[in-house]
């Protein structure tokens, strides 16, 4: 069974600076996707960026970027020039692909607040 | 555009009382649906997917159901809500066919008093 870990419960970054979210997952599968969805206060899941793992280039969306590490099963989200309206619990996810159910797994969530 | 919609965003019901949210898509066919439910100071679990009109499969045992009775129409019940139940209800969908990411709705707050 695949697993995804969110070790930071609480994570603070002043406005304009760069903070990184930590996120490691466990699998057994080789053909997967990650995500990293955000969650504002309005409780609205927002998708913020993709991996493909077969992709090695790093996905980058923005001021939004991955840092994944396949063989670490290691896939963390770096925010830079950060913003109030980051302000958000950050989920990362897992997908296996291959199977017609494509479920999302969930690590707990890292709560980041950005402080003006 | 594909949008999806919850409804009710709010919703307090004593225990043993019955359930029903609805959750619909528009702007696609034949969607995989989804019923997540999140807890407080918890990731989401999922519950329930759709792949397709009457197909429902169920992740973990518990006191509620799904159906769908229309293509883009997906509904959770319950026939006598718990405690246990009270939590953040979210629906999503992703295009089927393709290995792609979930597109989640607005959400019900259940509290089960």
């Known amino acids: 069974a695949q697993t995804v870990t969110q070790s930071q419960p609480e994570m603070s970054v002043q406005e304009a600076e760069t903070v990184t979210l930590s996120c490691t997952y466990d699998?057994?599968?080789?053909?997967?996707?990650l995500f990293w969805y955000k969650q504002p206060p309005s409780r609205q899941m927002i998708l913020v960026i993709r991996?493909?793992?077969?992709?090695?280039q790093n996905a980058t969306e923005n001021r939004f970027s991955v840092n994944f590490q396949k063989a670490a099963k290691s896939f963390s989200l770096k925010i830079s020039d950060s913003q109030l309206g980051d302000t958000a619990m950050y989920f990362c996810?897992?997908?296996?692909?291959?199977?017609?159910?494509?479920?999302?797994?969930f690590g707990t969530g890292t709560l980041l607040a950005v402080q003006p | 555009s594909q949008t999806i919609h919850q409804w009710p965003a709010t919703l307090v019901q004593p225990v043993g009382s019955p359930l029903s949210l609805e959750c619909t898509v528009e702007?696609?066919?034949?969607?995989?649906l989804y019923w997540y439910r999140q807890a407080a100071g918890r990731g989401l679990q999922l519950l329930f997917y759709?792949?397709?009109?009457?197909?429902i499969s169920s992740e973990v045992p518990q006191n509620l159901s799904a159906s769908r009775p229309q293509d883009r129409q997906f509904i959770l019940s319950s026939k006598k809500l718990l405690l246990s139940d009270s939590g953040f209800y979210l629906c999503?969908?992703?295009?089927?066919?393709?290995?792609?990411?979930?597109?989640f709705g607005p959400g019900t707050r259940l509290t089960v008093l």
């Open positions: 999503a969908w992703k295009a089927s066919g393709v290995y792609n990411e979930q597109f």
């Open positions: 699998t057994s599968e080789s053909n997967y996707y």
């Open positions: 991996q493909e793992a077969y992709k090695q």
């Open positions: 996810a897992f997908m296996h692909y291959g199977g017609a159910t494509n479920k999302l797994i």
């Open positions: 702007g696609t066919s034949n969607p995989n």
């Open positions: 759709s792949v397709g009109i009457g197909q």
